[in-house]
């Protein structure tokens, strides 16, 4: 019997699971559940609370100490650059050098001059210092056009006279293919732009420099745009591939974008439908970072950015790579990012990465027939950075289909022999398997009540800063929960049950609920389908493997050592994939808008991952004697961070010089001027109109400003598109909380001119009006047809409007320097009588630099802002008109 101690350890003795033959059945006269509980029946499996709870928490200790160390090894002092390798120092120089310009909004002399010359100026010299292997071509193409784009809710984009630099690096006798690697050198007004995206063009120049030096020919074009208008909205990237004569030849990009500052750069994006693409990564990068999951994480739109890869992908129908900065969101398009906070390692790991790729594609024979090998995706996921994983996702779904088979067939061989104990065994099962789902639903509830609590007194957003208060508040909260509730079914609903018994029927329930995941996400056709994979096939082979006969001497210890072996590329995989979640994710709770809650949409995240991680942890629940002393811990912990919480001593910004965390704020001095039918103003007001980017408004700022607070938040004019206000983009659905300061009416140099050139009366009682407008580099229109009409064509995108969520139509409008005034027409079907007009149309000009930028007023109320805040500011006019 004492022989038996370790081998009975998972084995179901009582509810036809596979018994173990040397020993006797249990008496007859006794529920063989209770076995354990039977004098002379086999001995539990002996570990303490205290030791079970160290050992899984020093586990995940482990397991996260190992994640750290992936995340930052490879920033670690990259080897020294030879001759013919990228330099980071040279790139650094590069990068210096354009961010020394300042803020460069398209459309600005830094931007369309200044940044120009420079960039023209270094591609020269590189130029006159090549090699004779290869042939330089510089062109600067100013484009003009438009285009719709579902981004954002849906909008049309309209472009004039923009700027893009175009370098082609090809052999002396040409080249019919090419592989195109596209950044971007304008920014957001007010900010310096060092990762976004100045960094990626100081990375490509040096690529460029370091090609042209080689001595190797290379068998395709390479193609290098520096497109000066992605921050509109990607319109230089469509004015290049839709326009430019060297856009034909185009058969692969690679697109370089930032989300963070420094750090690691990740391939969230590739494809669609070439996995030679992924491969071609794999392959050529040295330093791989890249998740499918992050793909379509990002594909789903839950984050509300888009890039260039989209312009390439919609409207060339070229295949791509979208790589991007992801560390340190926090002060990305702020003023911020700076270039001295990208660290000289994380240029240089860039650099060999990308030119590693682009190398590979222009010596690749795929690029040149690339529509042949557009046949479906593909899953792909780096290891810890050491390397990438790639195959494509009908060998996936393969995998998938068959991992899931052999998990149902194991369960349901457990739980159906013998046969007459099936029904018994199916009603313990699915018992087990419910109560699994209950503790996590109970789980998600309690935790998101506390984060709705949290942001109902105002006090969201205090880990932001100190990320580890979302742990302790969160985290705390959801294991006690989850422990809480299987300590209550273990005490009242299995309150004689054999403890082994238990631990393996709850260990099946968990590998039941991933199984079915697996099969439902594969189903719908995820690739991250993988995932589950991982939590299927590892747990199931440490649950066959630990079945064998272990020795009685260190039997226990021997068990859970065996057991978190098995259980450790699943743990050490989520754990690496959750840090970059929670990495990309906390940042943008900053700047996601007044309408979500930060707390609850983090407090869920923990809460999944918890589940997910205790998915195989629950079963040490039920092998453990008591759990007291962790619920009293957890639950100490738990209610101390609540109390600091509620205290406010967590304040969620941070002025540090060396780790800054700003609120952000937009402030815009307007001036609005409504218009009758006739012409005549019927309203006219002026202010500054404030929009905070997170949950918590401008209750952090009213201390320091009074002035702003509740009693002038905005009402919404409702016979206005927009509700009467000047949006730049139409995200007005994420930004309701709007506060208007009353101030003196702005008077700009360069205002704005708004007329009607014709009205047309066209067949079918439709009506065509033409219209002209000039004035500063950034322009909105907003378009709302009257009750009964309908706008039915226009001169914009391709010809068919496209409505804003609420039904208002918005256009985005940018030119660059000595553009001709704006000239089109929309054409609408109207009812016979219209006495009140056909259409409501609106136009707001946006001043994003020069001398009308900021208002006096504005400028000093700028000043009033406390440190720990990025104010962002300029000066706007709206002006309706109905027709």
Not at 2 to 12: D, P
Not at 727 to 735: A, D, G, Q, R, S
Not at 767 to 793: D, N, Q, W
Not at 857 to 878: D, I, K, V
């Amino acid at each position: 019997m004492e022989r038996g101690v370790a081998a009975n350890v998972w084995r179901l003795r009582a509810t036809g699971g596979h018994r173990d033959r040397r020993h006797s059945p249990p008496r007859e006269d006794c529920d063989r559940d209770m076995v354990g509980k039977k004098r002379g029946g086999p001995r539990r499996l002996a570990l303490s609370e205290a030791r079970g709870a160290s050992l899984v928490l020093l586990y995940l200790l482990a397991l996260r100490a190992l994640v750290h160390v992936s995340h930052r090894r490879l920033l670690s002092h990259p080897p020294a650059a030879g001759p013919r390798d990228f330099s980071a120092p040279r790139a650094r120089g590069y990068l210096d050098n354009i961010t020394a310009i300042g803020p460069r909004p398209a459309g600005s002399p830094e931007n369309e001059v200044v940044a120009v010359n420079y960039l023209l100026e270094q591609i020269r010299t590189i130029e006159r210092e090549s090699t004779g292997a290869h042939k330089i071509s510089v062109n600067v193409q100013r484009p003009t056009g438009s285009f719709s784009i579902d981004f954002l809710g849906g909008f049309t984009s309209y472009y004039a006279n923009i700027t893009n630099v175009v370098v082609k690096l090809e052999p002396r006798n040409g080249a019919e293919h090419a592989v195109l690697s596209n950044c971007h050198f304008d920014s957001v007004p007010n900010t310096p732009g060092a990762s976004d995206d100045a960094v990626s063009c100081a990375v490509m120049l040096e690529i460029l420099n370091t090609l042209s030096k080689s001595s190797e020919p290379l068998q395709h074009a390479v193609i290098f745009l520096f497109n000066g208008a992605e921050e509109n909205i990607l319109q230089a990237s469509h004015g290049f591939i839709t326009q430019h004569e060297w856009a034909k030849s185009i058969r692969a990009f690679i697109n370089l974008e930032a989300a963070g500052v420094g750090g690691r750069e990740l391939v969230f994006q590739t494809g669609p439908e070439n996995p030679w693409l992924v491969q071609a990564y794999v392959v050529a990068a040295k330093h791989p970072f890249a998740s499918v999951v992050a793909q379509e994480v990002f594909q789903s739109g839950i984050i509300p950015a888009d890039t260039d890869f989209r312009i390439y992908r919609d409207f060339g129908n070229i295949p791509g790579i979208d790589l991007a900065f992801i560390e340190n969101g926090y002060i990305y398009h702020t003023e911020y990012d700076t270039s001295d906070r990208i660290l000289t390692d994380s240029i240089q790991r860039a650099g060999d990465n990308i030119l590693a790729v682009l190398k590979y594609l222009a010596t690749s024979e795929k690029l040149a027939k690339s529509f042949e090998y557009r046949h479906g995706n593909v899953v792909f996921f780096d290891v810890l950075g050491l390397f990438v994983l790639a195959y494509p996702a009908r060998v996936g779904t393969i995998m998938n289909y068959i991992t899931a088979v052999i998990a149902f067939f194991y369960l349901s061989k457990k739980v159906i022999q013998p046969k007459t104990r099936a029904v018994h065994n199916l009603k313990k099962f699915f018992t087990a398997f419910g109560l699994t789902l209950i503790s996590w639903i109970c789980t998600l509830v309690t935790v998101i009540i506390v984060a709705v609590f949290v942001s109902v007194i105002g006090r969201s957003l205090s880990w932001y800063t100190y990320f580890y208060v979302s742990v302790f508040l969160y985290g705390t909260s959801a294991a006690a929960n989850l422990i809480l509730v299987h300590t209550l079914a273990k005490k009242f609903f299995y309150k004689n049950m054999n403890e082994q018994y238990l631990g393996d029927l709850f260990f099946d329930a968990s590998l039941m609920i991933w199984s079915i995941a697996l099969a439902v996400i594969t189903q719908i056709g995820l690739c991250s389908a993988f995932i589950c994979t991982l939590w299927v096939a590892f747990p199931l082979l440490t649950k066959l493997v630990i079945h064998k006969e272990l020795s009685q001497k260190g039997a226990t210890m021997k068990f859970v050592t065996m057991y978190m072996l098995g259980m450790f590329v699943p743990y050490v995989y989520m754990m690496y994939l959750s840090w970059t979640v929670f990495e990309m994710f906390t940042p943008i709770m900053g700047r996601s808008g007044s309408e979500i809650l930060p707390d609850v949409v983090l407090a869920g995240f923990i809460v999944v991952m918890t589940t997910i991680l205790s998915s195989y942890f629950i079963n040490f629940i039920y092998l453990v004697k008591s759990t007291k002393t962790t619920l009293v811990t957890l639950t100490a912990v738990f209610v101390v961070t609540l109390i600091l919480v509620c205290s406010g001593i967590f304040f969620p910004y941070s002025s540090d010089a060396a780790n800054p965390r700003p609120k952000r704020v937009f402030l815009q001095h307007m001036s609005r001027r409504f218009h009758d039918l006739d012409g005549n103003v019927v309203k006219s007001d002026s202010g500054i109109w404030i929009n905070g980017f997170d949950y918590n408004g401008m209750s952090h700022i009213t201390p320091h400003v009074p002035e702003i607070n509740d009693t002038i938040r905005t009402p919404c004019e409702e016979q206005a598109p927009f509700c009467g206000f000047p949006w730049i983009l139409p995200v007005h659905f994420m930004f309701r909380k709007n506060w208007y300061l009353p101030a003196p009416e702005i008077i700009l140099r360069s205002p704005i001119h708004f007329k009607v050139l014709s009205r047309e009366l066209m067949p079918q009682n439709s009506i065509k009006l033409t219209f002209e407008a000039s004035g500063p580099s950034h322009m909105s229109l907003y378009v709302r047809p009257h009750e009964g009409s309908t706008l039915s064509t226009w001169s914009l995108g391709n010809g068919v409007p496209v409505p804003s969520l609420g039904g208002d139509y918005f256009v985005f409008y940018s030119h660059g320097l000595q553009a001709t005034p704006w000239h089109f027409w929309v054409e609408l079907t109207a009812p016979e009588k219209h006495s009140d007009g056909i259409v409501s149309l609106a136009i707001a000009a946006h001043y994003f630099f020069g001398e009308d930028q900021k208002s006096p007023q504005l400028h000093a109320l700028l000043e009033r802002f406390p440190n720990w805040t990025f104010p962002s500011g300029w000066s706007c006019t709206y002006d309706l008109f109905v027709f």
